[in-house]
């Protein structure tokens, strides 16, 4: 290509091959770092139930300073409907504990106080097993546990005492 002054321009760009060489690279950086990401998603995830834990802790606690006595509930999932509106245990309900918007995704945990006496409390967060497992895709389920003390634990499906392990 001449320019007006009758010099000759150089052309300037990037060939295909250079291009896909790039890509390439691209493609694997990002090969190693999802599982990394993968990692970091569950940790948030477990994250999310200790925080729903520690609320029904504290929900419950202002059941008992009213009633002496703490209150059990079943399951909740959050998106439970019965004739086109969220349903909720009639104990989470009681002590104000609810998932909103109850018309989204399943939430990734079932939350509920399996003990409830007048001196102990255990509320639990458990994930669907394998292929409904949301926190770690294709791995057993876990489970974390507070109770009336707020001491808070994990335990795996293998049944070790700890944070969840496998993703």
């Known amino acids: 290509m001449k320019a007006f002054d009758g010099k000759a321009l150089r052309e300037r760009g990037f060939s295909l091959v250079e291009l896909m060489?790039?890509?390439?690279?691209?493609?694997?950086?990002?090969?190693l770092a999802m599982p990394r990401f993968q990692q970091f998603q569950a940790?948030?995830?477990?994250?999310?139930?200790k925080?729903?834990?520690?609320?029904?802790?504290a929900l419950e606690e202002a059941y008992?300073?009213?009633?002496?006595?703490?209150?059990?509930?079943?399951?909740?999932y959050g998106s439970a409907k019965a004739a086109g509106t969220c349903v909720a245990p009639a104990?989470?309900?009681a002590i104000g504990f609810t998932i909103a918007p109850?018309?989204?995704?399943?939430?990734?945990y079932a939350y509920n106080v399996t003990v409830a006496t007048t001196t102990a409390m255990t509320a639990v967060a458990t994930t669907g097993a394998t292929t409904n497992n949301q926190v770690c895709p294709g791995f057993a389920a876990h489970t974390f546990n507070i109770n009336q003390l707020r001491s808070l634990s994990g335990?795996?499906?293998?049944g070790v005492?700890?944070?969840?392990?496998?993703c």
């Open 155 to 158: 335990t795996s499906s293998a």
């Open 91 to 93: 104990g989470a309900t």
């Open 161 to 166: 005492v700890g944070a969840p392990t496998g």
């Open 102 to 108: 109850c018309n989204a995704q399943l939430p990734r």
């Open 64 to 76: 008992y300073l009213d009633r002496d006595t703490y209150i059990v509930f079943g399951a909740l």
């Open 21 to 31: 060489i790039v890509v390439g690279i691209i493609g694997v950086l990002a090969t």
């Open 51 to 57: 925080n729903m834990l520690n609320h029904i802790y």
């Open 43 to 49: 940790k948030a995830r477990m994250g999310e139930a």
